[in-house]
Structure formats: C-alpha cells, structure tokens
C-alpha cells in the first residue's frame, strides 16, 4: 500500500520559514518524480515544486527563489524548505509522487498558514 506523508506545516509569521517533509512508503521511491503542490480555498491546486528521479528541480512562477526542494532516496523522503513566507502562501500543501504514464499518488496534505 503506497503511503505518502507530509509533516512540518503550521502557523507562521510573515517572513518566517518552514521545512516540509513527505515520507514516502510502497513505492520505489528512487525512481519517482516528486512534487508538492497547494491549494488555498476557492482556488485551484498548484504546483509549488517537483524535483525528478535524477534531481532536476521546477518551481512555480510565485516561488521566486523563495523555496528549495529536495529529496532523500536513502530516506524516502521528499522536503520543501520555505523561506520569506507570505500570507498569499497559506494553504495545504500535498505531496506528489510520479512514475511519469504509469502511476501516482498524493499524499493527505498538510496545512500552512502565514500570517500578516
């Protein structure tokens, strides 16, 4: 059973930081493509960051060198590290995880409030 898991969210200042990770479980993690996407009520989800099997990175056009994904295949593990967080970045972030035409799945999310 494939389980993704997100940590790290929370309440936050303007300006402040958080560490997102997402433990991933059932899956040959190594060989996936992951990404964390958002979605703030009344809006569509996004793409915030994907990082693929080989480590080439994408960010959303918002992130603006703000955020760094980064993974660890010895840990099965997928994290978003977020600096100079604004209020427009409150929403809940879900794990994504790709084998690009054949699979993927998504993690619960988790909940990132930035206040002003």
């Known amino acids: 059973q494939v389980q993704l898991v997100e940590s790290g969210g929370g309440l936050v200042q303007s300006g402040g930081s958080l560490r997102l990770s997402c433990a991933a479980s059932?899956?040959?993690?190594?060989?996936?493509?992951m990404g964390w996407y958002r979605q703030a009520p009344g809006k569509q989800r996004e793409l915030v960051a994907s990082i693929t099997s080989g480590d080439s990175t994408n960010y959303g056009d918002f992130v603006k060198g703000r955020f760094t994904i980064s993974r660890d295949n010895a840990k099965n593990t997928v994290y978003l590290q977020m600096n100079t967080l604004k209020p427009e970045d409150t929403a809940v972030y879900y794990c994504h995880a790709q084998e690009l035409g054949i699979a993927d799945f998504w993690g619960q999310g988790t909940q990132v409030t930035v206040s002003s």
């Open positions: 059932g899956i040959i993690f190594s060989i996936y493509a």
